[in-house]
Structures are given as structure tokens and as C-alpha cells.
DNA sequence: GTCTATAAGAGGATAGAC
DNA sequence: GTCTATCCTCTTATAGAC
């Protein structure tokens, strides 16, 4: 039982050597362009030895998102648990998150054409929980934040999910660091600060609710 | 001489035909998924005869690239003989022209990441020309709007034009549209809102320009 | 310039020995 | 489970007849 137990960590670790190499490859080139051969040959393996772990293509890049996916919800249950921050700055924390995570080199993106491949994730339990709960918790800050006065309640809560979301694929940011004139740092507050900023209401943006000031 | 000139109105015509399924194509699969072979099936010709015209896939693709700027660059110049259209409008409208254009599905999408293919399109003098001028005319309006109090300020030129651009990829109207709750003309609306209204000062949005109090 | 037929090669996936 | 060697399909590109 105890060797059963190694040799699953073992097997567990070489996956997650895997997937992480899937991952770094996905954001640098994305799905067409990553061959299965560059990944077996960055993780140092034989291809038929890869394919022994994860039987296609797809599902390795299925393991790449629901990698990422956990982390993302891990990130927001942890914003869930900050009573003093607002569902405004919830939010403004999540986007942020993705906005560094991309500029960083380790957002994975897939196509958004490919169907097969959206399937195959949409028929991943692990996959789609994870963004079941994320989207939970989005969604209900988004409305909260509309009560608060802090996102206009003239955009459906769909409309702002999907521009938190899509900040993930941003290219703005990669543009920007090409340029070399300015910091990681500079660029994720820049382009931050124009997404939150539309976002909010557009006469009143600065007001403080009832209780709480100093946002921002 | 009339017959070489004949000749060559055909040519032109066929040359347009293939160059729309291209655009097509593009807009719908994206780079890497479109197959020549479609191209030819689509124009109702051999392979081998597409060969001829276009000598490889990249300025196939170059082609249509070329063809979506152009009908920019007119649109921008067009703009630009607007006196009475404030520096702002002026970028508003190529804003909502660019989401207008992705929506109708007529905005080819090249991979970001192929540098292959974006060597190939630098080397192409009617792209860069083209790129070149509609950019020079978007820089100057994003200054002027600056001045004019339209755009914040803090935002370097480079970093509102590059906003701007990147709502010819924006995934959000093509998520929506897939909804189906909502018009085109609806998504637009918001995504074009809430693009703006992010560039715009954070304190005096709403305030008219000739003469500014309101609060800063 | 258009066609049919085919070369040339990349890349996903597998066979079978160890 | 790992390897080497191979299969097979898809896709870009070309040859050569008309």
C-alpha cells in the first residue's frame, strides 16, 4: 500500500511537470501552434510515454485550463473572504489577478473557434465546476457592486462578467510590454484602471456609499 | 490594348472574389484553421489555379489584411473631414465601427503569436502604409482629445490606441451575440460604452468641453 | 490560367519491445 | 511506463497536361 502510495506521487509529480510545461507552452504559442512533440520534448520524455498520461491532445490542454481554473477559483474564494473589501474591489482584484497572470506568461489560451476542443472542456466535471463557482461568486458581486453604486445597473451582469473574463485574453498588455517602454507593474494599472473605470457609473463616479470611503 | 486591360478587369474581379472568401474565412476559423483547400472549394476553383494568384498562404492572408485596413483607412478619412465632430467622436466612431465590423463577422483574425506571418505583413508596403496613416490620424485625435479633457490625461497616447484597436479582437460582442438575448446593435452599444467611458477623465466625465468647472 | 495528380512534410497518434 | 520506430491523415505547395 505504501508503495502504491509512491509510486501515485511520483506519477503525480511528472503530471504536474507535464501540465506546467503544456501551460507555459499554451500561453507562448497557443493550442495550433504547441506540438505534442515540443511538449514531450520540454518535459524530457519519450511522446508515446505523454500520451500515456494524457491519451490526446485535447485533454492536455484540458489539464493546462483546469490547472488554471483552480487556481483562479482558489484566488477568488479567498476574496470571498475579505468582509471589508467591496464587491467592487472584489471584482477589481480578479481582473487584476488575470491581467498578471497573462503578462506574466502563464495564461493559457485556446481558440475560440475550435468546437471539438470547447467539448471536450465543457465535458470535463472539474473544468466546468470550478467555473460554475467562479462565476457564482462573480456574478453576485457584480450585482452587489450595481446596488452599491459602484458598476452602472444599466449593464446586464452578463455584459460584465464577460469584460472581467475577457481580460485574460487582453492583447493590450502584451502589446504594451513589446514596446519595452514601461513597467509590468505600470501596465497592469493602466489597463486595470480603463476597464474598471467603464465599468462604473457615468455621472457618479466617485461617490462614496453610505459607510465605507476611500475606495480606489 | 483594350483586351490586356479586359483581361485585367477579370483578373481584378476574380482576385476580389477570393480575397472575400479569405476575409470570410479568417473572420470565421482564424489563421491556422483555414485550410486552402477551403479557400479553393469557397472561390469554386482548383487549388493549383489559387496558387497562381496568390503565391502561398501567408499573402493570401496578407491580402485580406490589406483589404480590411484599406476599407479602415477610408472610414478614418472620412472622419477626418468631420470639423464639427469632436476629437473624441471621431475615435468613438472607429471604435463602433471596428466592434460593428467584428460582429458582422467580416474581421479576419490573424494569430497573434505566428511571427512568420507577421513578417510577412511588414514586409507588405500597401499594409504598412495603410497602418501608418490610420494610426498618425488616431494619434493626433487621442491627443486633441486629451486637451479637450475627453480623455484622461495620465494615459499615454500609445496605451489609448492600442485600447482602441484591440476591440477588433474583442471576444465579448462575439460571446454575447452567442447569448442570443441581445441585438448587435445593443452589444455594441455597451461594449462601445463601456470602452470609452473607460478612457474618459475619472472625475468630470459627463462635462461639456468649452467650459469645464465641475468639480476639478 | 485552369485543371488533375502528386510530391513533401508536419504533426497527432499507436505498435511493440523492454 | 518508458522507449524507438512507424503509421496515417491532413495540408501546403508544385508538376505537367491542356
Redesign the interface.
Known sequence: MAKLSFKEQILRVREDAIIASVNRLLA???Y??MTVDEVAAEVGIAKASLYKHFPSKETLAAAAMVRLLQRALAFVEQQAGLPELSAFGKLRAVTRWLLEIQLAGEMPTL????SSLRAALMADRKYMDALMLASDHLGHWIVQAQTDGDIDPQ??P??VL??VF?RA????P???KA?E??SDEQIVD??L????????P??A??NARPGKTLRD
Open positions: 507562448d504559442k497557443g495550433d501552434l481558440p475560440a473557434q475550435n449593464f446586464p452578463e455584459v464577460y469584460t475577457a485574453c487582453d492583447p493590450v502584451g502589446f504594451l514596446g517602454k514601461f493602466w489597463v484602471s480603463i476597464c474598471m473605470r467603464g465599468l462604473q457615468a455621472k463616479q466617485n
